[in-house]
């Protein structure tokens, strides 16, 4: 158990490709300091002012419940002083540490550098993260799915490299689940998705398996159980769309649609900035990522399967779990920018295969493989951090300048209507929240 | 011994089995057979005319008479009474309709039956119950026979031929089982016999005794293949020059090379220089030497193809020539591109091959390549990879002799063809241009099952190329043929599929014969491979594009053996009777004199596409670039048409025009720089209701490229109206910027570019939807005058508005959104061509509808000027009004009246119109002179041209005299095209005379 997960040399080349995640913020400082309060934060903040904090982190939203995200981004927003930008950076840090972790899984998991870095810059720095991480409390996801990497990391060091079943490892295993599991809705899913990774048969059958098996059948066990807890609490508590589910036909027609909208476009539609839009379009795209699993999964080893079919359980799960809670936004929502960090997470291991495997004929030369594999990254990386300018000058506009500007600025700003994102929310109590935590 | 062992003695199991899959694809074939099964009922008349005329059929289903349910038949001259057979399909037949369509030949009927193809008869037809339709008149009863006689000048005569109750035709179970059990017992014997008897107690059955006996005696296998295959898809005896699009340019090519025209300076075509070999109508003068090709050019090119198929097992051999056979019956192109494929294949890659039959191979491909261009890309192609190959070889000498080969190949044939070689290079690139706009322009799109089959068909095709690739040890020969196959397979799935109407079948055959074609020269030993299911799939694909092809394939195949056998035997018989067609055909296409005369033996151009017109009356025809308007669809061949007429020593001295175009396109955008820029330098000097005849005028302007300035850009969304500037003072040029998605430029690339629609309103109200091209939009055409027929074509010549648009929308068509950004609108002023109003009412003294000029106009549309019934009308859609200042000095009025007869004519339904002659006071008061109302589809006399004549009064204080169309009792202006001509206002002494 004291064994590295991966070579101590690794550890340094992942740092330094997580933080070169944070190019884009460190590039366009000034638009990100520009950025504002906006949307749902509006109504979080003036939540905590009427009920207090703590009520609030264990309170419902929707059908979320998410204690783990509030204590995150509600104490960040107390802490930073009503400063937006102090939030952005807790975002960004816990954007480049996802990074990382995602690199150091892929590691673990016996991918080849090519498709490791790669693979990191494109969830680091591609411009479709912009709502992702141009909005904190989008935190909501890149927390979620800090903690399902680490979950996954972790369980998979530990049962599969040493494979103990010490109460010490069941303790972090469920913390690291729960943490996940309570940052946001979907992560009814984290725990699900490593029982199945727990479960997945990649060591074969023998005749003595229940040995074998059975710490693993009590590890997926563990898995389940704060998956379970959210399930049921949403199942009693929460309000939300999943009420609807043996609704009319309809409904259930259209959250399926819905599903296969996003499960088929994310992430390669943004990724690619395709311009079309409409069902040909969703199919081309089913297709193209049908072929990347389907053909990534043929080529890829045991070990890398093993987390590979925990990302598809997750993306597929995510796409169910968006269908019902979303589908009343309508299709176009379904390749919002705030649903691609997810979706890159799970597509792109298998895109690291694919790249690992046109980079095989590096792999008798060890060293010119992280060379060329870090100077294909580097590049790539700075290309598509340079990217971001154009999309934040247009953001940090209607995200930031204008209604702070409104807000704060206009001598006379319309009574209703001004607080961009929530217009339900009059201008008078924004003044509150604005007055209360000095918000700027 | 038991019957069982001695069955099992004699018989192959699997090939018994074989048999019955055979015997069931025959069932099935024949069942699917769609024109047995509109052909199984058939209206048998008895029909003789004094000269060759063509009739059309038609019947009622309960919806009136439509083209759909409807067909043609060319009768031949005969004295004698000839039954004549027309298929009738399946449905509830209410009524019966017979068209003598020309108006000037009586026709003599003696009765008819509706019978079935196996003679059972199902009604009887007495002569005696035919009745008048339209335009007839008289029908003289004689003994068991009538007579119909046309009224002079009819427009359009029928008859109604009655049935004395509606029919019920159903094609039943019991006809599907008598289709295909005869087609299963035959095609099961022949199996059966080939393929699961033995002979003699050998092991080996009949099939394997005639692939032995095929390796015994390979000359003899190859010669008697290739003369199967020469006489039943290669040899095809040439039809006479006649009219159309595709006659027109089958003629254009033959003239083409009698004149010597170089390609790629005087002609741009996807047809190359030996094009005129393998196209079906001719110039006579050609004749002689086509019937010396097709007896041994193509003998020639039978025996390339049997040497190409080389050491392919003996059954695919058959199986290949049997599907190429079927598809010369339908389209020539399949067997072709297969020929160029096979050698590419099976000779220019293959290391082991002779130099003799590897130059032999060179030789043939281009050839073909200088008949099409498509061909030529494929040959091309094929030959760079084929050099390529042999370059990884490193068999350098080999890759030498095959690129010598090809280019001294490629130059023999290009002299030959009378054409100078330093035009190579503009003549690859005209083709290329021609090529990369195609799509835009011409792409049709297939039905979604037919689209469906042929991915069907593709992707184990795809998958055998891929495996092959990943596989293969010999990467030196495999790779280079999976790659050439593929990229021959891309090339006949872009001809076609990118027009994908008849084309879509040179695909399918082209695939069916090369999936059987393939495993074996892959080097794949066994039997029988998965790929040989493609061409099942690809039978099926033809049968889903139409279902009754299948059916003419082999019918085709067999009828052509036949002709080819009566012809070459008797062939100065043949020679003679092609003749007399020819001069038939030229009779037919006689244009009138007063043209012919002023035409002389000046040179003259046509627009649009109907060259035959001109070949067929002898003119000196001088061709532009693109001589067919159509195909001047790129910037680049507007403009070099545009040049082309500009340059005093290329523009023909006269044009003659026909606005027509294909597809629906919009009217102005076929060769629109040339079309915009015509008023500035011809002017009409004849014309009729189909035709414009123009002359160059003396004095020409410079040569430029049409000025244009700018005054309007918009972005624009799809569907949305956009008004047309209204300036008519200026003609308006619209031009338009269209971006593809990366979905539709995935789409053009490898299928086909998306398409567009432009529905325009004119002022009026009316609606036209036109298909919109977008090559063309992108350079821009005329959008205003608006010219959407003739007469507004020869207004625009004079200078003239004759209609205008209010305004207009573009849309992807159905489906097509998802693959086009919005359009950004640019109008610019065309100021090189200022224009004027026309004054409607000045026309009508022009046109000579009537000697007095009239001062108001009112209807709900503007006037139109048209030829109806062989005269000059004028429209006036009722309710309207045509008013003349009271003619002092006349005493009676004479004028021609009626409704179009495309008013009544299902399915368009009107329910009248009175027409009323008054006279009015300076009071305001009101005297009715005339009325009479017309109920064409009541009463057949109210059909065709009316006349009236009646005294005006000559006391009274009359100012005005008013010709009035009114809706009827019922107000009910629908279908109401009402018209006058020959409006005459006539002094007292003509009017007693």
């Known amino acids: ?440 | 011994m038991s019957a069982v062992a001695l069955l099992l003695k004699h018989i192959a199991p699997r090939g018994l089995l074989a048999a019955l899959v055979v015997g069931l694809a025959a069932f099935v074939a024949a069942v699917m057979d769609g024109e047995a099964r509109r052909s199984f009922y058939q209206l048998e008349l008895q029909l003789a005319a004094p000269t060759a005329i063509d009739v059309q059929v038609f019947w009622d289903q309960g919806r009136g008479f439509s083209e759909t349910n409807s067909v043609h038949r060319t009768l031949t001259a005969a004295p004698e009474l000839v039954p004549q057979r027309f298929p009738l399909g399946t449905g509830r037949i209410q009524h019966l309709r017979l068209d003598p369509t020309r108006r000037d030949t009586a026709v003599r009927y003696g009765g008819g039956r509706i019978i079935t193809s196996m003679g059972r008869v199902l009604a009887e037809l007495p002569p005696g119950n035919i009745r008048p339709g339209n335009d007839i008149a008289d029908l003289e009863a004689e003994s068991r026979q009538v007579t119909i006689i046309p009224t002079r000048g009819a427009h359009d005569p029928w008859v109604h031929v009655p049935l004395e109750q509606p029919l019920e035709l159903r094609y039943g179970l019991r006809e599907w089982v008598a289709a295909g059990g005869a087609a299963f017992v035959i095609a099961f014997v022949v199996a059966v016999v080939l393929g699961a008897i033995r002979l003699g107690g050998s092991r080996r059955v009949i099939l394997g005794h005639l692939q032995h006996l095929a390796d015994a005696w390979p000359r003899t296998t190859l010669g008697l293949g290739a003369i199967l295959f020469w006489l039943a898809a290669a040899v095809s005896w040439p039809g006479p020059a006649a009219m159309g699009l595709d006659a027109s340019w089958h003629q254009a090519l033959s003239y083409f090379r009698e004149q010597g025209l170089q390609f790629g300076r005087d002609i741009a075509f996807p047809a190359g220089p030996w094009g005129h070999l393998f196209v079906y109508h001719l110039l006579e003068q050609h004749l002689v030497g086509r019937l010396w090709f097709e007896f041994l050019g193509k003998a020639a090119l039978s025996l390339m193809l049997l040497v190409a198929l080389g050491h392919l097992p003996l059954w695919r051999r058959a199986v290949i020539i049997f599907l190429l056979i079927g598809s010369a019956a339908l389209i020539l192109d399949a067997w072709i591109m297969f020929l160029v494929s096979l050698i590419v294949l099976n000779v220019l890659l293959r290391p082991d091959v002779s130099r003799t039959l590897l130059g032999a191979g060179l030789v043939t491909i281009t050839f073909l390549g200088l008949v099409k261009f498509s061909f030529l890309v494929m040959a091309g192609a094929g030959t760079a990879v084929a050099v390529g190959a042999a370059l990884w070889r490193d068999d350098r000498r080999r890759a030498a002799w095959i690129a010598a080969g090809f280019v001294a190949s490629f130059l023999f044939w290009w002299m030959a063809a009378g054409q100078n070689p330093i035009r190579i290079p503009r003549y690859l690139r005209l083709s290329l241009e021609l090529s990369a706009g195609y799509g835009w322009a011409m792409a049709l799109t297939p039905s979604r099952s037919v689209f469906g089959v042929a991915l069907a068909a593709l992707a184990p095709i795809g998958w055998f190329l891929w495996h092959h690739l990943r596989t293969t040890a010999a990467r030196a020969i495999i790779w280079p043929m999976a790659a050439t196959t593929a990229g021959l397979v891309f090339v006949v799935w872009k001809a076609g599929f990118t027009r994908a109407d008849g084309h879509v079948m040179i695909f399918f055959f082209y695939l069916a014969a090369l999936a059987l074609a393939l495993p074996p020269l892959f080097g794949y030993r066994r039997a029988f491979h998965f790929l040989d299911l493609v061409p099942l799939a690809c039978l099926i694909g033809v049968w889903c594009f139409d279902d009754r092809m299948t059916g003419y394939a082999s019918r085709g195949a067999w009828y052509r053996v036949q002709n080819s056998i009566s012809q070459w035997m008797q062939p100065g018989q043949a020679v003679a009777q092609w003749k007399q067609t020819a001069e038939a055909e030229r009779r037919r296409a006689r244009l009138p004199h007063e043209l012919r005369d002023r035409i002389g033996s000046a040179s003259v151009d046509y627009i649009n596409y109907e060259q035959s017109l001109l070949l067929l009356n002898e003119f000196n025809y001088r061709p532009r670039l693109v001589f067919q308007s159509y195909s001047a669809y790129t910037p680049e061949l507007m403009e070099r048409n545009l040049g082309w007429l500009q340059r005093s020593d290329r523009g023909a001295q006269f044009i003659l025009y026909d606005h027509t175009t294909i597809d629906r396109r919009f009217p102005t955008q076929d060769d629109a720089l040339l079309l915009a820029d015509l008023p500035r330098r011809y002017r009409t000097v004849w014309h009729n209701e189909h035709l414009l005849l123009l002359e160059r005028q003396a004095e020409q302007p410079a040569a430029d490229l049409l000025p244009r300035k700018l005054h309007q850009r918009v972005g624009a969304a799809f569907g949305e109206e956009i008004p047309v500037p209204m300036m008519p003072e200026l003609a308006q040029w619209l031009s338009l910027e269209l971006r593809l998605t990366r979905l539709g430029q995935l789409r053009s690339l490898l299928f086909a570019p998306p398409s567009l629609r432009i529905i325009a309103t004119d002022l009026e109200g009316r609606s036209f939807d036109h298909r919109l091209i977008p090559s063309i939009a992108r350079q821009g055409f005329v959008i205003q005058p608006f010219l959407q027929n003739l007469s507004d074509v020869r207004a625009f010549m004079e200078g003239k508005v004759a209609s205008q648009l209010r305004s207009f929308r573009i849309e992807p068509a159905p489906e097509h959104e998802e693959f086009w950004h919005p359009p950004i609108v640019q109008f610019h002023h065309l100021p090189t061509l200022p224009l004027q109003e026309q004054n409607w009412l000045e026309v009508l003294t022009a046109s000579g509808i009537t000697n007095l000029s009239a001062d108001a106009y009112e209807a709900p549309f503007r006037p139109e000027i048209l030829q109806e019934a062989g005269r000059t009308v004028v429209q006036v859609h009722s309710p309207g009004r045509l008013r003349f200042p009271w003619p002092t000095g006349a005493s009676q009025l004479t004028a021609t009246y009626g409704l179009r007869a495309a008013a009544y004519a299902p399915p368009s339904a009107t329910d009248g119109v009175d027409f009323v002659v008054v006279a009015s006071t300076v009071d305001g008061d009101q005297v009715e002179l005339y009325r009479r109302p017309l109920r064409p589809l009541d009463r057949a006399g109210d059909r065709g041209p009316q006349v009236l004549a009646i005294q005006l009064p000559e006391d009274g204080n009359y100012n005005a005299l008013e010709l009035v169309t009114d809706p009827g009792p019922a107000g009910n202006a629908d279908w109401d095209w009402s018209y006058w001509a020959d409006i005459r206002l006539l002094p007292p002494e003509a009017g007693q005379k």
């Open chain 1, 1 to 440: 158990m004291n064994r590295p997960i991966v070579p101590r040399a690794d550890y340094r080349l992942l740092g330094c490709f997580a933080l070169l995640s944070l190019c884009p913020l460190l590039f366009n400082w000034r638009l990100f300091q520009d950025l504002y309060w906006f949307g749902d934060e509006w109504d979080q903040l003036e939540q905590i002012l009427d009920h207090g904090f703590w009520s609030w982190v264990f309170s419902f939203f929707g059908e979320n419940f998410a204690p783990m995200l509030k204590l995150t981004w509600g104490g960040g927003a107390l802490l930073s002083g009503g400063h937006y930008i102090g939030l952005v950076i807790i975002l960004w840090i816990a954007h480049a540490i996802t990074v990382f972790l995602f690199g150091l899984l892929l590691r673990q998991n016996g991918f080849r550098w090519p498709g490791t870095l790669l693979a990191m810059v494109l969830l680091g720095l591609p411009h479709s993260n912009l709502e992702t991480l141009g909005w904190t409390i989008q935190l909501i996801t890149v927390q979620g799915t800090l903690f399902l990497l680490a979950a996954a990391i972790y369980h998979g060091h530990v049962h599969f490299e040493s494979a103990p079943t010490h109460r010490r490892h069941v303790a972090w295993l469920l913390t690291l689940i729960s943490a996940g599991t309570f940052s946001y809705v979907r992560g009814v899913l984290n725990g699900a998705a490593l029982a199945l990774m727990s479960l997945w048969p990649d060591a074969g059958w023998s005749s003595k398996w229940w040995p074998q098996w059975r710490p693993r059948v009590i590890a997926a066990g563990w898995c389940f159980i704060p998956a379970v807890v959210l399930t049921l609490l949403i199942l009693i508590f929460a309000q939300g769309n999943h009420q609807k589910i043996d609704g009319p036909a309809d409904a259930l027609s259209r959250m399926l649609e819905y599903a296969f909208w996003y499960f088929s476009l994310n992430p390669f539609f943004r990724l690619l900035e395709w311009d079309s839009w409409g069902w040909r379009t969703t199919w081309l795209f089913f297709v193209l990522k049908a072929i990347v699993l389907v053909w990534a999964w043929r080529l890829a080893a045991p070990r890398q399967r093993r987390i590979l079919i925990v990302l598809i359980a997750f993306d597929l799960g995510t796409a169910l779990l968006l269908g019902i809670g979303r589908y009343h936004t309508g299709l176009p929502s379904a390749n919002s920018s705030r649903y691609q960090y997810t979706a890159l997470v799970c597509t792109l291991p298998f895109v690291a295969v694919l790249l690992d495997r046109l980079f095989v004929f590096l792999t008798r030369w060890r060293r010119a493989e992280v060379v060329v594999a870090a100077v294909l990254a580097l590049t790539t990386g700075l290309a598509l951090a340079l990217q971001w300018r154009a999309h934040m000058e247009i953001w940090s506009g209607w995200r930031g300048r204008e209604p702070r500007h409104l807000l704060t600025e206009h001598p006379s700003p319309p009574a209703e209507g001004a607080v961009p994102g929530i217009p339900l929310m009059t201008t008078e109590r924004a003044k509150r929240v604005i007055e209360h935590y000095d918000l700027q």
